[in-house]
């Protein structure tokens, strides 16, 4: 039986608006073993910087509660096996975290408001419309050729 609870998955939906910094997305494709913790450690004072301020989003604020489970919460020991980053190119970002052995969690992001600039953003909407005229997407693509990695 599964011990992920859909509390968890919900959460885990948070995380994949969270780009993993190079250095430990360098140290994962050698092979290094990289927690769920790593990852907050490098990224929770960016948000509680937010939140001290004042300025935080509904959606940072509820990233930066799972990030406080994953640096010393229950979720510090999960461990990331798979990252993929094709934002700018297919759209799709995807984390897969392992909760235990044999167990895994694919959480991936979906459309973002376009950026500033012209060229960061529309991928997803042009991916968008694509799901109207072609069978499989660039980022339906991404999102299984990612999945066939990971053995699912």
């Not at 039986?1 to 780009?19: G, Q």
């Not at 640096?71 to 798979?82: A, C, T």
């Not at 980053?85 to 897969?96: E, I, L, R, T």
């Not at 979906?110 to 909407?125: F, Q």
Request: with cysteine.
């Amino acid at each position: 039986m599964s011990s992920i609870k859909d509390i968890t998955l919900s959460e885990f939906a948070n995380l994949s608006y969270i780009d993993l910094p190079l250095s430990l997305d360098e140290d994962l494709k050698k092979g290094v073993k990289i927690t769920l913790k790593d990852l907050a450690d490098s990224k929770i004072d960016y948000y509680l910087d937010r939140e001290k301020s004042g300025e935080i989003s509904y959606q940072e604020q509820d990233i930066l509660n799972v990030l406080k489970k994953c640096q010393s919460g229950e979720y510090k020991d999960y461990i990331i096996k798979k990252y993929e980053n094709g934002n700018n190119k297919s759209g799709f970002v995807g984390y897969a975290i392992e909760t235990k052995p044999g167990e895994l969690i694919i959480t991936s992001r979906g459309s973002e408001v376009p950026g500033e600039s012209a060229d960061k953003g529309w991928e997803d909407w042009i991916d968008n419309v694509q799901i109207s005229t072609k069978y499989e997407t660039d980022q339906q693509k991404a999102a299984k050729d990612f999945l066939n990695e990971v053995g699912l």
